[in-house]
């Protein structure tokens, strides 16, 4: 499944919605409940899923779910 | 400025916020200028809100709506919101907000506890309010914003709806005791209070907003708030249109950027907003704010929390304005006690009483306190704003009133030149990004989680919250706590209360402390934390 899907998944659980369709250019305007609070909650589920560490001065940087599978993806290539 | 606001003992917050701004001669001018999270525009003249809210209590009248019923929005901020907030205000329901990510459990308390008869809310919120359905008997009207046709026989499409009401709409005489918006607000113990306002308060928003936040008809004004709090509803709605002021409302959320961006292309003239909001931005590179032109800008006043001196000077030195802090509660309507243009800032201070508002300071016996020395801060009952009850609760409601006094629930200080200087709570409850969070609603809802024995929830300082939640846990033997556990927990707190009530640290814990009676102790929990002295615990049971 590839980062996006995945993702995607992840996002359905945080925010118990079947219904989100994430795509590369989804912010956080996009999706229904997705806060400052909430996008804590984001970021642990993807540290615990994908097995990485998300610096406090790399989340702010995060525009969009581009930049997040982005820098998902580079971290999972410099981890192995 | 119109500074007669009731004519003919019209007290309607809805009629005076829209059809006496047309009869004073304000049709055509910008009521809201509304800004999409994606940056799209759209004016709405004082003609516009008068026919949209008109509409919508048009539509409340065909559907069966009765003065008295209470009524819900469950929406994220946005222009139908403000139409149908008025609109329910001119047929004299009783006006609810929710604030959009509730959870399930606290849709259901208020909803249930209030039992509304309808709410106002988007398609896909629906999952939610359908997660409670069976639950709420006397939920008989549902109005989707997103949609054209009717889904369901009581589940309505608004736009349907409002194509086939009329604009026009006479609102009836109200008088000042009727009661108009209702807010939850969360206790210590209990499910939250639901407090109810009257048509009234519109005196008090009208000259606070005038002579604290210093509007005049020629203003601009951007007020932060979601409409779901009581900030929103006061001087994001009342206030500033009961006086024919121009409000910028936008969809989107913190963005510094973005945020300084509509200050400046705007010009707006008086920004009123959280101190969490001031600093997040006191964070941000300051050479941000150097590329805005703020020339438009007169001051910026702040409300939810205390506000650090920190802030004030950095606001002063970066963006050269003043910030001038309020103090006020879901209780009170309205500011009660605030710094304001002309007062002299004392940083960290909430300022000095309002016109017509007289605090004290008392000790536990009811006697007033000497200057400098702690006490309850009360103030004196009968101001214009104040709440009529607590719905469905009246003895909660007698019990926050002692010998003519509203005991607000904050400690303070009144130092001799008559500021007030806040010094915490006398009870749990937690104020985190200005939102309060009961402490009792998160342990409730962190026992409904399978491997979880026992909870307590404590407030804990925070740099940019002012407080932050922190969750003790104490789980069932046969489970440990993991990282995945920590993500459960803190998602089901999320879905079933709201986002803002997530636990932003969850401590795993061998037994929560209790008395003997089996109260949690969550005084021993906070010292724990903050590893201070624990105090007396000869009620502790071991």
Same mark, same amino acid.
């Given at each position: 499944?590839?980062?996006?899907?995945?993702?995607?998944?992840?996002?359905?659980?945080?925010?118990?919605?079947?219904?989100?369709?994430?795509?590369?250019?989804?912010?956080?305007?996009?999706?229904?409940?997705?806060?400052?609070?909430?996008?804590?909650?984001?970021?642990?589920?993807?540290?615990?899923?994908?097995?990485?560490?998300?610096?406090?001065?790399?989340?702010?940087?995060?525009?969009?779910?581009?930049?997040?599978?982005?820098?998902?993806?580079?971290?999972?290539?410099?981890?192995? | 400025?119109?500074?007669?606001?009731?004519?003919?003992?019209?007290?309607?917050?809805?009629?005076?916020?829209?059809?006496?701004?047309?009869?004073?001669?304000?049709?055509?001018?910008?009521?809201?200028?509304?800004?999409?999270?994606?940056?799209?525009?759209?004016?709405?003249?004082?003609?516009?809100?008068?026919?949209?809210?008109?509409?919508?209590?048009?539509?409340?009248?065909?559907?069966?709506?009765?003065?008295?019923?209470?009524?819900?929005?469950?929406?994220?901020?946005?222009?139908?919101?403000?139409?149908?907030?008025?609109?329910?205000?001119?047929?004299?329901?009783?006006?609810?907000?929710?604030?959009?990510?509730?959870?399930?459990?606290?849709?259901?308390?208020?909803?249930?506890?209030?039992?509304?008869?309808?709410?106002?809310?988007?398609?896909?919120?629906?999952?939610?309010?359908?997660?409670?359905?069976?639950?709420?008997?006397?939920?008989?009207?549902?109005?989707?914003?997103?949609?054209?046709?009717?889904?369901?026989?009581?589940? !309505? @499409?608004?736009?349907? =709806?409002? $194509?086939?009401?009329?604009?026009?709409?006479?609102?009836? #005489?109200?008088? %000042?005791?009727?009661?108009?918006?209702?807010?939850?607000?969360?206790?210590?113990?209990?499910?939250?209070?639901?407090?109810?306002?009257?048509?009234?308060?519109?005196?008090?928003?009208?000259?606070?907003?005038?002579?604290?936040?210093?509007?005049?008809?020629?203003?601009?004004?951007?007020?932060?708030?979601?409409?779901?709090?009581?900030?929103?509803?006061?001087?994001?709605?009342?206030?500033?249109?009961?006086?024919?002021?121009?409000?910028?409302?936008?969809?989107?959320?913190?963005?510094?950027?973005?945020?300084?961006?509509?200050?400046?292309?705007?010009?707006?003239?008086?920004?009123?907003?959280?101190?969490?909001?001031?600093?997040?931005?006191?964070?941000?590179?300051?050479?941000? !704010? @150097?590329?805005?032109? =703020?020339? $438009?800008?007169?001051?910026?006043?702040?409300?939810?929390? #205390?506000?650090? %001196?920190?802030?004030?000077?950095?606001?002063?030195?970066?963006?050269?304005?003043?910030?001038?802090?309020?103090?006020?509660?879901?209780?009170?309507?309205?500011?009660?006690?605030?710094?304001?243009?002309?007062?002299?800032?004392?940083?960290?201070?909430?300022?000095?009483?309002?016109?017509?508002?007289?605090?004290?300071?008392?000790?536990?016996?009811?006697?007033?306190?000497?200057?400098?020395?702690?006490?309850?801060?009360?103030?004196?009952?009968?101001?214009?704003?104040?709440?009529?009850?607590?719905?469905?609760?009246?003895?909660?409601?007698?019990?926050?009133?002692?010998?003519?006094?509203?005991?607000?629930?904050?400690?303070?200080?009144?130092?001799?030149?008559?500021?007030?200087? !806040?010094?915490?709570?006398?009870?749990?409850?937690?104020?985190?990004?200005?939102?309060?969070?009961? #402490?009792?609603?998160?342990?409730?809802?962190?026992?409904?989680?399978?491997?979880?024995?026992?909870?307590?929830?404590?407030?804990?300082?925070?740099?940019?919250?002012?407080?932050?939640?922190?969750?003790?846990?104490?789980?069932?033997?046969?489970?440990?706590?993991?990282?995945?556990?920590?993500?459960?927990?803190?998602?089901?707190?999320?879905?079933?209360?709201?986002?803002?009530?997530?636990?932003?640290?969850?401590?795993?814990?061998?037994?929560?402390?209790?008395?003997?009676?089996?109260?949690?102790?969550?005084?021993?929990?906070?010292?724990?934390?903050?590893?201070?002295?624990?105090?007396?615990?000869?009620?502790?049971?071991?």
């Amino acid at each position: 499944m590839d980062t996006l899907s995945q993702l995607t998944t992840l996002f359905r659980e945080v925010f118990l919605d079947e219904s989100i369709i994430l795509t590369t250019s989804t912010t956080s305007s996009d999706v229904d409940g997705w806060d400052s609070f909430a996008y804590l909650n984001i970021l642990m589920a993807v540290e615990n899923h994908f097995g990485i560490s998300i610096s406090d001065t790399e989340a702010p940087h995060l525009r969009n779910i581009g930049d997040m599978i982005a820098l998902i993806e580079n971290k999972i290539s410099v981890e192995n | 400025m119109n500074d007669v606001i009731v004519n003919k003992s019209q007290y309607n917050i809805g009629h005076i916020c829209t059809t006496q701004q047309l009869e004073n001669g304000l049709a055509d001018k910008v009521a809201m200028r509304w800004i999409s999270a994606n940056d799209d525009r759209k004016d709405y003249t004082f003609a516009d809100l008068d026919n949209e809210s008109n509409r919508f209590a048009n539509v409340l009248q065909k559907l069966g709506a009765d003065a008295g019923d209470v009524f819900f929005t469950f929406l994220p901020k946005m222009p139908e919101q403000f139409f149908s907030i008025l609109g329910m205000l001119k047929m004299k329901l009783i006006t609810g907000t929710l604030f959009a990510n509730f959870g399930d459990d606290a849709l259901l308390d208020r909803l249930g506890d209030s039992k509304a008869k309808g709410i106002i809310t988007k398609k896909s919120f629906l999952k939610k309010i359908n997660r409670i359905r069976d639950q709420l008997p006397a939920l008989r009207w549902i109005i989707i914003v997103d949609g054209d046709d009717h889904i369901e026989d009581d589940i !309505f @499409s608004y736009s349907r =709806l409002m $194509s086939e009401a009329s604009a026009y709409f006479i609102t009836s #005489p109200t008088s %000042p005791d009727t009661p108009s918006v209702l807010h939850y607000t969360s206790g210590s113990t209990g499910k939250p209070k639901g407090v109810l306002h009257c048509h009234n308060s519109i005196l008090h928003q009208h000259a606070t907003t005038k002579n604290v936040l210093g509007l005049n008809i020629y203003d601009v004004f951007w007020c932060t708030a979601d409409q779901g709090w009581v900030t929103g509803t006061s001087y994001g709605i009342i206030g500033p249109w009961c006086q024919g002021v121009t409000q910028v409302h936008y969809g989107g959320g913190y963005d510094a950027e973005a945020w300084f961006r509509l200050l400046q292309d705007e010009k707006v003239t008086v920004w009123y907003t959280a101190p969490t909001a001031l600093r997040m931005l006191l964070r941000e590179d300051a050479t941000l !704010f @150097s590329s805005f032109d =703020l020339s $438009s800008l007169r001051h910026i006043c702040s409300v939810g929390e #205390p506000l650090n %001196p920190e802030v004030i000077t950095w606001a002063r030195r970066t963006l050269g304005k003043e910030i001038y802090d309020t103090w006020f509660q879901t209780e009170t309507g309205g500011i009660m006690i605030a710094n304001r243009p002309g007062l002299t800032i004392r940083p960290g201070s909430m300022g000095k009483p309002v016109e017509g508002i007289e605090p004290a300071i008392l000790a536990d016996d009811g006697a007033m306190v000497a200057d400098g020395e702690q006490g309850d801060l009360c103030v004196k009952a009968g101001w214009p704003s104040m709440f009529i009850t607590f719905i469905n609760n009246e003895q909660a409601y007698n019990s926050k009133f002692r010998d003519g006094w509203y005991y607000t629930g904050d400690t303070a200080i009144r130092d001799a030149d008559g500021y007030y200087w !806040f010094m915490g709570r006398s009870d749990d409850i937690i104020n985190t990004g200005g939102h309060l969070v009961s #402490p009792f609603e998160v342990e409730s809802a962190l026992l409904e989680i399978e491997e979880i024995a026992e909870s307590g929830v404590i407030a804990a300082p925070h740099e940019i919250l002012f407080e932050k939640v922190v969750a003790f846990v104490c789980l069932h033997q046969q489970f440990e706590f993991t990282k995945e556990l920590e993500l459960k927990i803190r998602l089901y707190v999320s879905n079933k209360v709201s986002s803002i009530a997530t636990p932003q640290e969850i401590i795993p814990i061998a037994a929560i402390p209790k008395n003997k009676s089996g109260k949690i102790m969550r005084r021993i929990l906070k010292a724990q934390y903050l590893g201070t002295e624990i105090g007396d615990i000869s009620t502790l049971e071991i």
